[in-house]
């Protein structure tokens, strides 16, 4: 157990629907990243966050995906107007901002867009 | 930008056996590198680390040395145990540190038989 929390776990949607995930991360963690994983594919990268600030967005991330870490703690990512291709697993990790500091990652989101 | 290649998989070992997984990588600056597992049902667990050249990772009788003349990072383990059965990834981070954003090779499954 990494002690950060995904959820839901799974979650089935039709195309064009929204959907939320939430990401909980290990409590004195201050940066937080969501990855994307496809089958037979590493995790990609999609974002981050230092506290409550967005410092990087992957080229990977569409207009219809946005993610939200008000106070720095809990984060929520959104994807607006699903598609099948969007069907994937969404990971989040968490860290400290040394340099030397691992990511520690959740057991995901599994997203299925039919 | 950075990129990780592992080889081709899945292998299938007997239970004792030597493992090699190789691991090749293309990165600006000095980024860490990395060795994640994900076993059955479960979410990715960091493996082992490295930061430096030279430096050498361990974990449970695993290790992989950080080669920058050969940019290689490959995975070895003396005798495997059918408990090694899982997808093992190879991975690095920015040049911001240890703790940025990570990109990952495709992942290699490893089937141990007893």
């Known amino acids: 157990d990494t002690g950060v929390s995904q959820n839901p776990r799974h979650k089935i949607t039709k195309r064009g629907q929204n959907v939320t995930f939430r990401c909980d991360p290990i409590?004195?963690?201050?940066?937080l990243y969501w990855y994307r994983q496809t089958l037979g594919q590493g995790p990609e990268f999609l974002t981050y966050?230092?506290?409550?600030?967005?410092?990087?967005k992957s080229r990977l991330l569409s207009d219809r995906f946005s993610a939200e870490r008000p106070k720095g703690s809990f984060s929520t990512l959104e994807i607006q107007r699903t598609e099948q291709g969007d069907s994937a697993m969404y990971l989040c990790?968490?860290?400290?901002?040394?340099?030397?500091?691992?990511?520690?990652f959740g057991p995901g989101t599994r997203l299925t867009v039919l | 930008g950075n990129s990780v290649t592992q080889m081709e998989g899945p292998v299938t070992l007997s239970e004792e056996a030597f493992l090699t997984i190789n691991c090749t990588y293309t990165a600006t600056g000095y980024p860490s590198l990395f060795w994640y597992v994900q076993y059955p049902g479960e979410g990715l667990q960091l493996l082992l680390k490295a930061t430096k050249a030279d430096d050498k990772g361990s974990n449970k009788g695993f290790e992989a040395t950080y080669r920058k003349e050969t940019t290689s990072f490959h995975l070895e383990k003396g005798s495997v145990q059918v408990s090694d059965s899982a997808v093992y990834f190879c991975?690095?981070?920015?040049?911001?540190?240890?703790?940025?954003?990570?990109?990952f090779g495709k992942g290699i499954t490893l089937s141990v038989r007893p």
């Open positions: 991975a690095l981070s920015g040049s911001g540190g240890a703790n940025s954003k990570l990109t």
């Open positions: 409590s004195e963690h201050n940066r």
């Open positions: 990790a968490t860290g400290r901002s040394s340099s030397t500091d691992t990511q520690y």
């Open positions: 966050f230092q506290n409550e600030a967005q410092l990087e």
